[in-house]
């Protein structure tokens, strides 16, 4: 299934680790509607980066992740929320924790576009943008280090905030800092 003209479902559902552990990643008639509207902003991601960089092609490598999934990717940031907020790991503080996450619902999207380049250049294009800013809750630079290239995620919302932040990994928990590095 078509999202946009140039996003597909099966790339924002596209999920090693779900076919790696046997997770049903599909999601409803709902999420699909909010998917929709995630591709259309990252088309506007996409006609933006082409301006500059004819031919640019944007690789999703994470959009959609159902509540199962979305436990085994966040594991260690999961746990670390929960210290920093000194609660236990609860099926009432999970609940928490997961309702603030992007991805299942539809919201997130990670990605890179190697033709155009790093992460942090196009979080610093997208971000000077504001005619797609207005769309975007947050976009960040993550996972960045001497041996990764990383990411950008970008994550929309009813009411967008428009945060541009950085987000550093340590054993697999993110810290995030606000503004691009």
């Not at 085994?72 to 236990?88: I, M, N, P």
């Not at 609940?95 to 979080?123: M, N, T």
């Not at 009411?159 to 054993?171: E, H, I, L, S, Y």
Request: charge should be negative; charged fraction near 20%.
């Amino acid at each position: 299934m078509q999202l946009t003209p140039h996003f597909s479902l099966s790339e924002f559902t596209a999920s090693d680790t779900a076919i790696r552990m046997g997770i049903d990643n599909e999601p409803n008639s709902d999420v699909i509607s909010e998917l929709i509207k995630l591709a259309e902003v990252m088309e506007l991601v996409r006609a933006e980066l082409n301006s500059v960089v004819p031919g640019t092609r944007i690789n999703v490598t994470s959009g959609y992740r159902c509540e199962k999934l979305e436990r085994v990717l966040t594991q260690k940031d999961y746990a670390a929320w929960c210290l920093r907020r000194k609660v236990e790991q609860t099926p009432e503080s999970w609940q928490v924790y997961f309702d603030r996450k992007a991805h299942p619902k539809g919201h997130g999207c990670d990605f890179g576009a190697p033709a155009f380049g790093d992460p942090l250049s196009i979080v610093r294009t997208i971000a000077a943008k504001p005619h797609i800013m207005k769309h975007i809750d947050q976009i960040i630079v993550e996972g960045v280090t001497q041996n990764s290239y990383g990411w950008v995620h970008i994550g929309i919302s009813d009411n967008p905030r428009g945060q541009v932040m950085t987000a550093t990994f340590k054993d697999g928990t993110p810290t995030y800092t606000q503004g691009s590095a």
